[in-house]
């Protein structure tokens, strides 16, 4: 029989698989983050928040110089897609690269936020599109080929929260450290991992026909 256009609607929508980053090219980007001296030392702090906490462009642009609990190591966020309250292990890596562009190269002026533009009055680096441009300098700094896919913090979340997988990470730790409410939603995440989609296939049953009685 034909299905009627009202049925359709309820298909289950197909979800494509999502971009990430391979271990190696993480490596390659590290590497250029750390000997470039093509890139800005507040790029290279923004960078390696993205790239190795899986933060949102939104929450790197909001970060404030409150929110840095040197003491304890620690990087208090409060998600502004869900208000939702995570702390970030302050690693040696992005405490040292924060450091050298607080007291190098940031603009000697009051302001609330870590991260401020380039240009006068020096406002707050605010937007997707400016750190979506600076990890897309960083990538190609670093010889890693677009291969059609995205730029910004999306790939680099995504491959954050891949990478984590791989490790073994358990799911709701990564919905944690990502800031998801429902673990679920960390679980489009296995879609960026072939070895443990694999364990999520059906096995092909054996022989082609049905047993004649």
């Known amino acids: 029989?034909?299905?009627?256009?009202?049925?359709?609607t309820k298909l289950p929508r197909s979800r494509r698989i999502r971009d990430t980053y391979t271990d190696a090219e993480y490596q390659d980007s590290r590497k250029c983050i750390d000997s470039?001296?093509?890139?800005?030392?507040?790029?290279?702090?923004?960078?390696?928040?993205?790239?190795?906490?899986?933060?949102?462009?939104?929450?790197?642009?909001?970060?404030?110089?409150?929110?840095?609990?040197?003491?304890?190591?620690?990087?208090?966020?409060v998600q502004k897609?869900?208000?939702?309250?995570?702390?970030?292990p302050l690693s040696v890596e992005i405490g040292n690269a924060m450091v050298d562009y607080l007291l190098e190269e940031r603009p000697k002026i009051e302001s609330e936020y870590v991260f401020l533009s380039s240009d006068p009055p020096f406002p707050r680096l605010s937007g997707h599109t400016p750190i979506r441009h600076l990890l897309k300098k960083?990538?190609?700094?670093?010889?890693?080929?677009?291969?059609?896919?995205?730029?910004?913090?999306?790939?680099?979340?995504?491959?954050?929260?891949?990478?984590?997988?791989?490790?073994?990470?358990?799911i709701h730790v990564i919905a944690e450290a990502l800031g998801h409410a429902?673990?679920?939603?960390?679980?489009?995440?296995?879609?960026?991992?072939?070895?443990?989609?694999?364990?999520?296939?059906?096995?092909?049953p054996k022989g082609g026909h049905r047993d004649e009685k």
């Open 36 to 77: 470039s001296d093509q890139i800005s030392l507040r790029d290279k702090a923004i960078a390696l928040l993205a790239i190795d906490t899986g933060l949102r462009a939104v929450d790197i642009s909001h970060l404030q110089l409150k929110d840095i609990d040197w003491e304890h190591d620690i990087i208090h966020i």
């Open 182 to 204: 429902n673990p679920d939603t960390t679980m489009i995440y296995i879609t960026t991992d072939d070895e443990n989609m694999s364990k999520c296939t059906l096995p092909i």
């Open 138 to 170: 960083v990538m190609n700094t670093a010889d890693i080929e677009a291969n059609n896919r995205i730029y910004g913090t999306r790939i680099t979340r995504h491959s954050y929260a891949s990478r984590l997988l791989r490790k073994g990470i358990p």
């Open 81 to 88: 897609k869900t208000g939702r309250t995570i702390n970030i």
């Open 1 to 8: 029989p034909t299905r009627r256009s009202s049925d359709l």
